[in-house]
Structures are given as structure tokens and as C-alpha cells.
């Protein structure tokens, strides 16, 4: 499998598919239509555990702020790795800056709506 | 229209920082978000309080982005524009207000969730969030379905109102109070 890297701009983050098993999310997130700018990520993932139904994966997400509908995309791609870690081991590492009690509060709220999902709150 | 007139305003209404009144578009929001993100710079705003004004300022925005663009036959002349003002008061507290056009159908959609927010504590508005976001299908679409609850959560405190322009569209002003003391809730 090919690895997937998207370039961060003003509105959108830094995502770091590598098909080795390291994922990374890192900047802000607010696109115009964010659906469709995640959905290459959406079914690069769909095609990945495919591939790799068994196997270790480390996601790491530091995202400094983000949108509604950000924030729903978000608890969509839980939500897929939520169906994958039973025969995949998936440790998600969500990243925030001290300071950023929004960003601590929303990792917190993942991690009590994904029980069987291993979400680490990892402080800079 | 002389520009004296609106810098009297803006002197006279606290110190207004950015105000825009036309066509938005993404491009835009980002700009103007940077231009927020140097003045929280330049007023060393905590990053969390930061933060909760650059959500606020996007959602509000690209809200009004969306909303206008919901055309029909009878509502050509609603655009993707609108009015956004970010101020602040002599205690450093922030304030963003939006207005805009909407259509009835938006009006009918937009009100209930905003009188149920008003009738909801901090931890209400944070529950209603994550049971929306949980399960709903249909808040992907533009102007999604938790945008109100996302900014409800941000600020201290947010008001609405919806006035009259004929039967099929609405004049739809936000305020969101942003309190700059972490202990205010």
C-alpha cells in the first residue's frame, strides 16, 4: 500500500499516512466542506485495515483547534478504528498543549465514547 | 458613506478589532481567523480563551457562508454574505456578533435548537453535543446539525434573535459573549 501525505494549510492539518502503521493528524481543522476533504484519509484507512486486518498502529492527533463538523469527522474515524482493534492493536495518542483545556476536554470525550478504543491524552 | 462615520463607531462601541459586511468565502475566514489569532497574540489572550474565540468566529462565519447559499426560486437574493464583528470590551471581554438573511426554512430549523440550548446549563449543552454528535447521520450536511451547540459550549453566553423582512426571509443576529476570566462560567 501506498503512503498518503497531505500538506497542512491555513484551514486544514498535516495528515501523515504511512502504510507502516504510524498515522498523523497535526494542525487545525476547518475546512468548507470537510467530508470531502477527508474522505481520501476515510478510504485510505477503509483500505489499510483491509489489507492489514491484523497488525499495530499508532495514531497520533494534535490538533490545536477544530470545527463542528470537524469534531463530527473526528468521531467518525473513532469510530472506524473502534471496529478495527479488536484483531488490529490501535493506540491513538491525542496530543494537546497544556494551555488547551478545549483540546484536553475533547480527548476526554472521545475517550469516555470509545470504551474499547485505546486513547492516550499525551500533554506536551 | 464617509469613513469617519465608521471609525467613530468603532471608537464609540468598544474597541472593535475586525468587522465585515460581504461576500464570504472559506479563503476569507481563514484570513480573517489569522488576523484573530494576532490579536490574541498582541493581547497574550490564554490559548484556551484563544481558542474558544477562533471556534466561535469560524463556526458563526462559515455558518453564514452556508446558510446563505441555501437558494430557491423565491429566495434568489439570499447571498453568501452577511455581517461579522468581532469586539471587545474595556475589560477585555469578547464579544462576536453575526447577522444575516436567512430563509424561513433555515429560520424553522435554526430556532428550535438554539431555544433548546437556552434552556440548557453548561453540562447540559456538553451532553446534548456528544449525544448529537453520536448520532447524527444527518449533521454532516452544511450548517450541520451541532454547530450552535459547538459554539454554545465556547462562549459564556449566546443570543439570538430572528426579525421579519417579508414573509420568506429573516434578518438572523448571533451575539456570543466570551468572558476573558477563566472563573466566569
Not at chain 1, 109 to 119: C, G, P, Q, R, W
Not at chain 2, 54 to 64: A, D, G, P, V
Amino acid at each position: 500500500m501506498k503512503n498518503l501525505i497531505f500538506e497542512a494549510t491555513k484551514y486544514t492539518p498535516e495528515i501523515n499516512l504511512d502504510a507502516k502503521g504510524i498515522i498523523s493528524l497535526v494542525g487545525k481543522s476547518y475546512p468548507e466542506n470537510t467530508f470531502e476533504f477527508y474522505k481520501p484519509m476515510i478510504k485510505w484507512l477503509e483500505e489499510y485495515f483491509e489489507v492489514n486486518e491484523f497488525g499495530t498502529t499508532t495514531i497520533n492527533m494534535e490538533i490545536i483547534y477544530f470545527n463542528s463538523s470537524s469534531s463530527k469527522l473526528f468521531f467518525d474515524f473513532f469510530d472506524l478504528l473502534e471496529e478495527n482493534c479488536e484483531k488490529h492493536t490501535i493506540t491513538v495518542n491525542w496530543i494537546y498543549d497544556g494551555e488547551n483545556v478545549s483540546a484536553q476536554e475533547a480527548g476526554e470525550d472521545f475517550i469516555e465514547d470509545f470504551e474499547s478504543l485505546k486513547i492516550k491524552l499525551v500533554e506536551k | 458613506m464617509n469613513i469617519n462615520h465608521i471609525q467613530h463607531m468603532v471608537e464609540e462601541d468598544g474597541i472593535v478589532f475586525l468587522s465585515y459586511g460581504g461576500f464570504l468565502s472559506q479563503e476569507l475566514i481563514s484570513g480573517m481567523t489569522e488576523a484573530l489569532e494576532k490579536e490574541a497574540q498582541y493581547n497574550d489572550l490564554k490559548m484556551n480563551i484563544s481558542n474558544n474565540i477562533f471556534i466561535i468566529f469560524i463556526e458563526l462565519s462559515q455558518n453564514m457562508m452556508n446558510y446563505s447559499k441555501t437558494k430557491d426560486l423565491t429566495n434568489r437574493d439570499i447571498k453568501p454574505e452577511g455581517l461579522i464583528l468581532v469586539s471587545k470590551d474595556i475589560k477585555g471581554n469578547y464579544f462576536i456578533d453575526s447577522q444575516n438573511i436567512v430563509a424561513i426554512e433555515d429560520k424553522d430549523k435554526i430556532e428550535p435548537r438554539l431555544q433548546e440550548i437556552e434552556s440548557l446549563d453548561k453540562e447540559g449543552i456538553k451532553k446534548r453535543y456528544r449525544e448529537l454528535r453520536k448520532n447524527g447521520k444527518n449533521t454532516h450536511g452544511k450548517g450541520g446539525g451541532i454547530g450552535f451547540y459547538e459554539i454554545a459550549k465556547k462562549c459564556t453566553k449566546i443570543e439570538y434573535k430572528f426579525k421579519e423582512i417579508n414573509k420568506n426571509k429573516f434578518y438572523f443576529h448571533v451575539k456570543a459573549h466570551i468572558a476573558t476570566y477563566e472563573d466566569v462560567e
